[in-house]
């Protein structure tokens, strides 16, 4: 849910994405992109963003899938296994985006993905590592689950998966974080007592603000 205190530049079409951006990056740090989940859309995630952002600036992007009420960022079989075709297909698309904002200068973004858009984040850092500058993976999953990552040496990300979630195995994040350390990724993983939806007044906001605190 959106919540009004926070400053937007408004909306504006980015290599095909419709994006919301709000604030200004502050002494050169990376801007965060923000991934919302199915059913969602580029507001999802602006009251978590403004309580981790720390001075960044913000990129609410939506998913170009029409799901359920609002967007997805990629189709899922109707047993709810991911479609790989149209996964590759929209994270090339995604990966425009995140050109466009190497071309216009500044570090590359950190990439905060929930659910549906955490698999995104994966699924664009495996495609292409140097258009991101790290990862915030919230309930995720790995897109290529048993497969090895490419060499993502040093790629700092942080998993926070949990315990009572109803659509993620217990296993689903640990095996993830393990593909990462086995590709070199600088990882940090926790699972909280939580279910699927984001703890955006709890753990799900204050790790992800120490984890973006130390980087720059």
Do not use: K
């Not at 292409?128 to 790629?155: K, N, T």
Request: proline share 6%.
């Amino acid at each position: 849910m959106m919540e009004t205190g926070m400053m937007e530049t408004g909306m504006a079409e980015t290599a095909g994405f419709h994006v919301v951006r709000s604030g200004d990056a502050a002494q050169g740090r990376a801007p965060l992109v923000l991934l919302h989940g199915s059913g969602g859309s580029e507001r999802s995630l602006i009251g978590f963003g403004r309580r981790v952002a720390g001075g960044r600036a913000c990129l609410f992007v939506r998913g170009r899938v029409p799901w359920e009420e609002g967007y997805a960022f990629f189709r899922r079989h109707p047993d709810r296994t991911l479609d790989q075709a149209d996964l590759a297909q929209r994270c090339a698309e995604f990966c425009g985006v995140l050109r466009h904002l190497g071309a216009i200068g500044g570090r590359p973004p950190v990439l905060v993905g929930f659910s549906n858009g955490a698999i995104m984040a994966v699924a664009a850092l495996l495609a292409a590592p140097a258009l991101s500058s790290g990862a915030v993976l919230l309930r995720p999953l790995s897109p290529c689950p048993g497969e090895r990552f490419p060499a993502l040496d040093g790629y700092p990300v942080l998993l926070l998966g949990a315990a009572a979630d109803a659509r993620r195995h217990p296993s689903d994040t640990p095996a993830l974080a393990e593909q990462f350390r086995q590709a070199g990724a600088d990882v940090a993983a926790r699972i909280l007592p939580v279910g699927h939806g984001l703890d955006e007044a709890g753990e799900d906001t204050r790790l992800t603000q120490d984890w973006l605190a130390g980087r720059a």
